[in-house]
């Protein structure tokens, strides 16, 4: 999101800012999380220390919700008549994005809200938020504040023992949204570190943070078994290592990391040798069964998840006009995902002679081919140019936001690719095959901190 150059309400020093007026989920589905997460009309001045909301007007728009909001900050002293004059062009815009069949009554009738908080409010409702919900979640954020105004170790020691049931999985993700989103506005190192201490206090105190803390061991653990395994890793060489685990946390590991080994005859395995033991034996067996199905169930809900956005996403292109211009708009939340979601909607297109669809879904892979390497590739391509460990987490540091599935799918099948072809005599590949393979575990380690950040 490009910055904006405004004078700060503080000082009136000219400072940069996040300014956008007309948020539009229907075209930029991230847009609601950095509404709500504070990225967009929020600044911090590097020559007051002013930090905060500044008092912008704001139209909200989510055509799958049917749900537009207004909001005009009142400090502004704007008569009504002259706000129209700002909110009108960013309603029409909003209108004028969407194709003819999805314009309905409700663009006519924006709702008015008075605070801030009143539109945030109407927004996570349409979400499901409860106020109860809304409740904790001010709670938390009370408790992150507290905190980070504490004077020293001891006195944060203190909150956390008298608040333990806060801490929980919400509380978490929170906090890693918050950091995330101070990382991204580019607020002081001084900030940045407080954070960091912050996290690492709550990881060792608090219960679910020393869980989190036990699972990223586990998981690295996990990694060097199966990495130990190598190219002979078969589904009866799987079921030995994942027989051997010493906790839940591994078993919950070795899912994450070897979920496509764990077919129907991965378990018709684990059946097998489920009848032929007896006693403690069969009984402890079992139960691992159970566990297993139970945690690759999970796993499963979450691909889905993650490629029904996906192919929200691709609608959402499918939708406009101009598939090239909607691509552009989309591109930071184009993935592999969509990709692959894209071209199965072609062949689907295909076998329904859906001829109309079929030509917007190939003009769309075209132009998805036409583009440049995948980011994710890429960024692979310039961290192998680092020239030490320092600067390779710097640069992992510096880009953070990259460091997502997509990038960790992406480095392990170019580590396999390429192990591959040093197996088989390729001096060139042998050499670049070391080389990834650090950049792998310091990569794994680097993502493994910031989502239990």
Do not use: W
Not at 259 to 280: N, V
């Amino acid at each position: 999101m490009p910055k904006t150059q405004i004078a700060c309400p503080q000082c009136r020093q000219m400072i940069s800012a996040n300014i956008e007026q007309l948020v539009d989920v229907t075209q930029d589905p991230q847009a609601k999380q950095r509404l709500l997460g504070g990225a967009s009309n929020s600044a911090r001045c590097p020559h007051c220390g002013f930090q905060g909301r500044l008092a912008t007007p704001i139209v909200y728009h989510d055509n799958a919700k049917e749900l537009l909001l207004t909001f005009f900050p009142p400090e502004l002293n704007v008569p009504f008549n002259e706000q129209e004059k700002t909110l009108g062009p960013l309603i029409k815009k909003a209108t004028d994005n969407l194709p003819p069949e999805k314009r309905k009554g409700y663009l006519l009738k924006p709702i008015a809200n008075l605070s801030y908080e009143s539109m945030v409010k109407l927004i996570l409702e349409k979400d499901g938020v409860t106020p109860d919900m809304l409740k904790e979640q001010q709670d938390r954020v009370q408790i992150i504040e507290r905190l980070l105004q504490a004077s020293s170790n001891e006195a944060r020691s203190e909150i956390i023992k008298q608040n333990e049931k806060i801490f929980d999985e919400q509380f978490f993700a929170l906090f890693s949204r918050l950091a995330q989103s101070a990382a991204g506005s580019g607020q002081g190192q001084q900030i940045a570190q407080g954070l960091v201490d912050l996290q690492n206090l709550l990881l060792e105190e608090t219960e679910y943070g020393r869980k989190l803390k036990e699972s990223v061991g586990e998981l690295e653990a996990a990694q060097k078994s199966l990495q130990e395994a190598g190219k002979g890793l078969t589904r009866e060489k799987l079921l030995d290592i994942v027989l051997k685990s010493a906790n839940d946390a591994r078993l919950k590991a070795y899912v994450s990391l070897a979920r496509g080994g764990m077919d129907y005859q991965f378990f018709q395995l684990l059946t097998d040798k489920i009848d032929k033991a007896s006693g403690d034996d069969k009984t402890k067996l079992e139960t691992m069964r159970t566990k297993l199905l139970e945690l690759t169930s999970e796993a499963d809900k979450q691909i889905e998840a993650r490629y029904k956005q996906s192919q929200e996403i691709v609608e959402n292109i499918l939708s406009q006009d101009d598939i090239v211009k909607a691509i552009q708009d989309n591109a930071q939340n184009i993935s592999q995902d969509v990709v692959d979601i894209a071209n199965q909607m072609l062949k689907q297109a295909s076998d329904k002679n859906d001829y109309a669809r079929m030509g917007k879904l190939q003009k769309m892979i075209e132009v998805l081919r036409q583009a440049s390497t995948p980011p994710e590739v890429e960024f692979i391509e310039h961290l192998l140019d680092a020239p030490d460990d320092a600067a390779l987490e710097k640069m992992l540091e510096a880009n953070q936001d990259m460091v997502n599935d997509e990038f960790m799918q992406a480095l392990i099948g170019l580590v396999a690719q390429v192990d591959q072809a040093a197996e088989q005599g390729n001096p060139e590949a042998s050499a670049l095959s070391e080389k990834l393979s650090k950049l792998y575990k310091t990569a794994m380690k680097f993502s493994m901190k910031k989502n239990i950040g």
